[in-house]
């Protein structure tokens, strides 16, 4: 039936197209979830009242973050060429993409950590401060853990993110699922192809949508 | 214990300047339990951040238990924070930790060993009365449970001072009982210093021994509960006694009990911290011939003993009634007044 309806689909070309935008997604989304909390704690510590109070420094975060944030993201894969050249030894395949993939979606993560760690309560990192806590025991045994429901729903959101950017790397040589609908479907006007592609990108959002949901809920004693 | 001296707290607010705490010099003895009392910016909350320096004091010396806290640096000051314990109005539990590992979190920072730190906890869940309740999380507990949980992390560390910042405003009256037993129980049995902020002035004549009456950045009033009770010289402390006796004018307006009641003497009894004789009226009745009938009154109390005042008409003999009152000017520390003579 499958080959009746999608008549120009090569099942093992889709699969490794689906493995190949899982792997991005995946690795891309291992790195942004690194970044993005390091940048988030930066702004949040170097923040006014902060625990490493510092304009400065604050100051060059929030820059970097919002200029990352502010180039789109097809740019952003053609501005990045050389590093990733320079980085991977190659601008084409999917490793290629992750750096564009990373430094396009950690900025926003960063920013969504911040956010995260805004909401946990002054009064709980005050109660470790009146304890002795040392700043990286407050930041790994309170920050992190009390906004752990808001840092896992940003990441899903991001991770959603990632999959539309990875199709738009695939565009442009990354491989995935954009890659083959764009060279296999819409090149070839095989409209299947775009459509069955779409369908299991769809169906991949709502996987992490539905991980991410899970995770957050269960880890929420509030 | 804890001695304070000149201690200042200026915040400057969009380039006002804002005194919290002014030049404040306090003593705090070993195992007392110290109230400091003020209404909502006096300056209280503040001022009991200064002492674990939660809050950086702009000048001004604190020395806890022959430490001078103002002088660390920053990693001896964590090691002091360590036998400092404090609990909060809000509580600040981890709500991501269940009772228990609440409770052991700061045995983690004090760096103890896994299997010391749940025999710790174990004495402390019984300590404060939550046996059952160990995997529980704190959205789970009632408020006084989680204030309970609160002191028991406090305590996990056995502090020599224990900072109670408006422990039990958020608490029911009932709660807030409870919550003060347990407090009383702990100074009693570990001897432990308790420096207690509020504004309510029940929780002060509960169970305090020494109060501070703060307004303003200042300490407008001290000394023992009793004394500050019952002879309040500023407005604020009357109007903090008030909270718990009624206002003076009540009291005094006596004019109708002298004319309902027309025969024998009426007494004005005032109960200043009497331990000894709680069964005066009934010890009264039994050692002379007099009828003695309580009129109006009322009778708090403290960790002193009883505070208050109790009108009483006495019938009987008058040689008998004086015998009475000469008997309770004798031999009770509590203070007659004849208010009305039989006529």
């Known amino acids: ?53 510092n304009k400065y420094i604050n100051l060059i975060v929030a820059a970097f973050v919002n200029i ?36 396009g979606s950690a900025p926003f993560y960063g920013r969504l950590v911040e956010i995260a760690l805004k909401e946990v309560d002054k009064g709980v990192v005050e109660a470790a401060k009146s304890m002795g806590a040392k700043t990286s025991t407050i930041i790994f045994k309170v920050l992190i853990p009390e906004s752990m429901p808001a840092l896992v729903s940003g990441l899903t959101v991001t991770a959603i993110a990632l999959i539309g950017y990875t199709a738009m790397a695939g565009v442009i040589g990354a491989g995935g699922l954009g890659n083959y609908a764009y060279y296999f479907g819409f090149q070839r006007r095989d409209f299947d192809t775009v459509f069955f592609c779409t369908v299991i990108i769809v169906i991949i959002v709502f996987i992490f949508q539905f991980i991410g949901d899970f995770i957050t809920n269960k880890m929420d004693k509030r | 214990m804890i001695s304070i001296e000149g201690l200042n707290k200026i915040f400057s607010l969009n380039k006002k300047k804002i005194i919290a705490v002014d030049d404040l010099t306090l003593t705090i003895k070993e195992g007392e339990i110290y109230g400091v009392i003020g209404y909502s910016g006096a300056g209280k909350s503040t001022f009991v951040r200064l002492l674990n320096r939660l809050e950086e004091p702009t000048s001004g010396k604190v020395t806890i238990d022959n430490r001078e806290i103002t002088s660390l640096n920053p990693k001896q000051l964590r090691l002091a924070r360590q036998e400092i314990g404090m609990i909060f109005q809000h509580f600040n539990l981890l709500w991501s930790r269940t009772v228990e590992d609440n409770i052991a979190f700061p045995l983690e920072i004090a760096g103890i060993s896994k299997a010391d730190r ?29 204030q309970r949980v609160g002191i028991a992390r406090a305590l996990a560390n056995n502090p020599k001072v224990l900072l109670c910042d408006e422990a039990t405003s958020a608490l029911d009256p009932e709660t807030t009982n409870s919550i003060l037993n347990l407090l009383v129980d702990i100074n009693q049995k570990f001897g432990l210093t308790i420096i207690l902020i509020t504004h309510e002035m029940h929780v002060i004549r509960k169970i305090c021994n020494q109060v501070a009456v703060m307004e303003q950045g200042k300490i407008v009033e001290q000394g023992n509960v009793l004394d500050v009770f019952t002879h309040p010289k500023k407005s604020v402390t009357k109007k903090f006694v008030e909270q718990i006796m009624g206002s003076s004018e009540a009291d005094e307006d006596i004019s109708n009990l002298i004319d309902n009641y027309n025969d024998g ?29 309580i009129l109006q009154g009322k009778i708090v109390q403290t960790q002193a003993g009883g505070y208050g005042t109790l009108f009483v008409q006495a019938k009987g003999g008058i040689e008998e009634i004086n015998k009475a009152v000469r008997f309770i000017q004798e031999e009770t520390s509590v203070e007659v007044e004849v208010i009305r003579d039989a006529n």
């Open chain 1, 1 to 53: 039936m499958l080959t009746e309806l999608f008549p120009n689909i090569k099942l093992d070309n889709l699969l490794e197209a689906t493995y190949e935008t899982f792997y991005m997604t995946i690795l891309a989304l291992i790195g942004t979830c690194i970044l993005g909390i390091i940048l988030g704690l930066l702004l949040y510590l170097t923040a006014k009242e902060g625990i490493w109070q």
């Open chain 1, 68 to 103: 990352f944030r502010a180039i789109p993201f097809i740019i952003l894969i053609l501005l990045l060429f050389p590093f990733t050249d320079f980085l991977i030894g190659t601008i084409r395949g999917p490793n290629a993409a992750l750096p564009a993939l990373i430094i």
């Open chain 2, 118 to 146: 749940s025999k710790r906890v174990q004495e402390l869940i019984d300590l404060v009365g939550l046996s059952g309740r160990e995997k529980a999380y704190p959205s789970q507990l009632s408020g006084g449970q989680k």
């Open chain 2, 265 to 293: 003497k009426i007494l004005r009894l005032h109960f200043l911290g009497e331990t000894t004789n709680q069964a005066l009226i009934s010890k009264l009745a039994k050692k002379f011939d007099v009828e003695l009938n």
